[in-house]
């Protein structure tokens, strides 16, 4: 059953708000930072030294009519391969870095209906933590266990705080750009439908900050199709240190006919980096356009060829009956 809970709380967190302070909230409780004396605050947003304790706390919210019981732990955050959406490491997995840094004050806490809990945080950085930004989040599990659907597998539902700590240190901000794949689908006659074709590509944060990549698609070469240049949607607004990402885009307008190479640019912080694929494209009405073509062409050769001996032997025959 904690095997089918790891899931669910990529889910939680993968759903909330695209932007680095995104709340979390499932509708049923919900757990975020304490507020401070000046700014409410959706995020843990903490600068940090090596070697040093940090303390902070966190507010859990139960908006049902019932009481709720959650078991609390610090988890490690990451990217998914799957769309580059902000997900944690489960309660019973292994925890690395902020994971392994954190702790609350109560592993375990009852919610009184329609009621709030603060709970204490502590962070313990360690000696050696490696300059840059770590991140991971406060997590509240619900303790009571569900039916999964369509699965005889019980799930439990979590919801997460996100906790961003930056260690002192040089910031090297670095991105790259791995395994472009180019994969056609033109119409079989230019022109009788768009190209709905797919740039696949892998993103890497090679530095040690959080980064929210730009990236772009240019085509070079010769080609027909629509424009030489388009920018990517869909790209993770947080790429944590040391994560990759493997995305595609569709792309309506791409080169229907032609050569040439597709080149994938991210850029972020200074830092950029290109891939590129190349590409043949000759859709199937050419190709039968030039077959016919070579085809009509090798008829009238075979038919002069065939009428050259016929003319020199008229010609003969007409010199013969001159004589």
Request: glycine letters at 10%; hydrophobic letters at 40%; a positive charge.
């Amino acid at each position: 059953m904690r095997a089918a809970s790891v899931a669910l709380l990529l889910l939680v967190l993968t759903a909330l708000s695209p932007a680095p302070a995104g709340a979390a909230d499932n509708g049923e409780w919900s757990v975020k930072p304490a507020d401070s004396a000046i700014t409410p605050r959706a995020a843990f947003e903490l600068p940090a030294r090596p070697g040093t304790t940090l303390s902070d706390r966190a507010v859990v919210t139960n908006t049902t009519d019932r009481a709720l019981t959650f078991r609390l732990y610090v988890a490690d955050a990451h990217n998914t391969e799957r769309d580059g959406g902000l997900a944690v490491r489960g309660i019973e997995e292994t925890q690395r870095d902020v994971g392994a840094w954190g702790r609350p004050e109560r592993d375990v806490i009852t919610v009184p209906a329609r009621s709030a809990v603060t709970v204490g945080i502590t962070l313990r950085v360690p000696q050696d933590a490696s300059p840059g930004d770590h991140v991971g989040a406060l997590v509240a599990v619900d303790d009571r266990v569900r039916p999964g659907a369509g699965s005889h597998l019980g799930v439990q539902r979590g919801v997460g705080a996100r906790i961003y700590l930056r260690v002192d240190g040089p910031q090297r901000p670095g991105v790259a750009v791995e395994d472009v794949r180019f994969m056609a689908q033109t119409p079989s006659i230019p022109w009788a439908g768009a190209a709905k074709s797919t740039v696949s590509y892998t993103l890497r944060n090679t530095g040690n900050v959080n980064l929210d990549p730009r990236v772009s698609v240019h085509v070079g070469g010769v080609y027909l199709g629509g424009p030489s240049e388009r920018r990517l949607t869909d790209v993770p607004a947080e790429l944590l240190p040391g994560q990759k990402v493997r995305l595609s885009a569709s792309w309506s307008g791409a080169p229907l006919a032609g050569w040439g190479d597709v080149t994938v640019t991210a850029t972020a912080d200074g830092s950029r980096d290109s891939g590129s694929d190349t590409f043949l494209e000759v859709p199937w009405f050419i190709v039968g356009c030039l077959a016919l073509l070579s085809a009509v062409g090798l008829t009238t050769l075979r038919r002069r060829r065939r009428a050259v001996p016929a003319a020199r032997a008229t010609r003969a025959a007409r010199s013969a009956d001159h004589e």
